[in-house]
């Protein structure tokens, strides 16, 4: 190629980046410590995941009889198989905690005020869709964790009012997960959620470039100093995305993708646990009446996430941390620690003692493990935003930071005991025990 190609093809390469991002931004927001780089690292993930998935289709076969023994072939008969569903296998993994960390840093960092609303309304949309995708494409392995994985989400979806059963026939497409179930997740695994998660994704970044760029702070003494996007911004955003490229592969060929034995429908794990993602709702659905634990509490956060933008005074200061304060922060992190140590201390309570205290009283299951903690749960959260206003002189959007915060600090705390500490028929246990 010369000379002259070689500029044409650098500068076709310019006009795309150029594009998709304003052609200047503030200066203040190169600042790495404004976003940690999270949403080009969920995009650095999403386009391993669409090469390295494009590259599994070459040797999978989406079928009962022969799925599993694809998957081992890609270790035993492919060259670099292994390596590149190693890399899918860990980009998923880590998209989720990717993805979850850059909606909380939106939220944190005031990014969904007037001019955000609907890309924020977008973005849980999009993260949404990486739940799912890590989900539909859980089951095609095959394998025991995969399998019995499934049938505890599938099964899960049952408890859903009205339409569960229905639901969770559709998933399964039937009554038990097998060949249909395995085709359904296929389809929509490598078809159905990226056709959707590259049209939303293209709007996220779309709508971003038009209010500008990352939030910033809104100062009295005129427009901000602005540079431009190349080389300031694209330089940043390579560095980040290269490094994090580096990490995953270099995981990828240390630690191989789980893959357990055949799925076997007549022999089930002990325990069997849904995936890591969806362990804090089993583990929630151990202490809450399923209806409520599957169904009202998930629509609750779901609501009360889209309202957020809307409610006047819930919105943080964009462009600065937990609203530029140091009270704030020193908020944030109480609240999260509480709200850890509360949460474990109610798992624990629960288990030893009011468990047992229920079953012996014969106290109906719908009022002690369903009203009875949301109403409590409830009563609590108003009173602490109350005290946290007018008490302590907190701003809404601090009071509602807080709440956000706990909610986190809830997931989290229940996220960890579901891994790490429950055991066999899903009893408490120590590390290791």
């Not at 076969?61 to 590149?84: K, L, N």
């Amino acid at each position: 190629m010369d000379n002259q190609g070689k500029k044409r093809g650098r500068k076709s390469i310019t006009d795309f980046l150029v594009h998709i991002h304003p052609p200047t931004l503030p200066e203040e927001t190169l600042r790495f410590s404004l976003s940690w780089g999270l949403g080009g690292m969920s995009a650095t993930l999403v386009f391993l995941l669409f090469a390295t998935g494009i590259l599994q289709l070459l040797t999978y076969e989406p079928s009962i009889d022969g799925a599993y023994e694809s998957v081992r072939a890609m270790y035993s008969q492919v060259p670099f198989g292994g390596w590149i569903r190693n890399i899918h296998h860990w980009s998923a993994n880590l998209l989720v905690i990717v993805v979850s960390l850059h909606l909380l840093r939106v939220f944190l960092t005031g990014a969904i005020g007037p001019g955000r609303r609907l890309n924020w309304i977008i973005g849980l949309v999009l993260f949404d869709l990486v739940l799912f995708a890590n989900f539909s494409g859980y089951l095609l392995p095959w394998d025991q964790l995969a399998y019995w994985a499934v049938t505890i989400c599938t099964s899960m979806m049952a408890y859903l009012p009205g339409i569960g059963p229905w639901l969770s026939e559709i998933f399964r497409g039937g009554t038990v997960v097998g060949q249909s179930t395995l085709a359904n997740f296929y389809g929509l695994h490598i078809a159905g959620i990226p056709g959707a998660f590259v049209l939303l994704m293209v709007w996220h970044f779309w709508l971003v470039r038009r209010s500008g760029g990352l939030v910033r702070l809104q100062r009295d003494e005129g427009p901000a100093e602005r540079v431009p996007t190349v080389p300031n911004l694209i330089v940043r955003e390579a560095a980040v995305g290269l490094s994090l490229i580096a990490v995953v592969l270099i995981v990828s060929i240390f630690w191989n993708a789980p893959l357990q034995e055949l799925a076997n429908p007549g022999m089930s794990p002990n325990p069997a646990k849904a995936p890591w993602y969806f362990l804090g709702f089993q583990e929630l659905l151990l202490h809450m009446h399923p209806v409520f634990a599957i169904c009202v509490v998930p629509v609750i956060i779901s609501g009360l996430l889209l309202f957020l933008p809307f409610w006047p005074g819930a919105v943080l200061p964009g462009g600065e941390w937990f609203g530029g304060g140091k009270r704030g922060k020193i908020l944030a992190i109480w609240t999260y620690v509480a709200g850890s140590l509360f949460t474990v201390l109610l798992v624990i309570l629960d288990e030893k003692l009011l468990r047992s205290v229920g079953s012996k009283t014969g106290t109906a299951d719908v009022f002690t493990r369903g009203y009875f903690p949301l109403i409590c749960f409830t009563a609590g959260s108003v009173a602490g935003y109350l005290l946290l206003v007018r008490q302590y002189r907190f701003s809404r959007g601090e009071a509602v930071m807080a709440g956000m915060v706990l909610g986190w600090a809830v997931l989290v705390a229940l996220t960890v005991i579901g891994i790490w500490f429950r055991g066999p028929g899903m009893q408490l246990i120590w590390f290791g025990g």
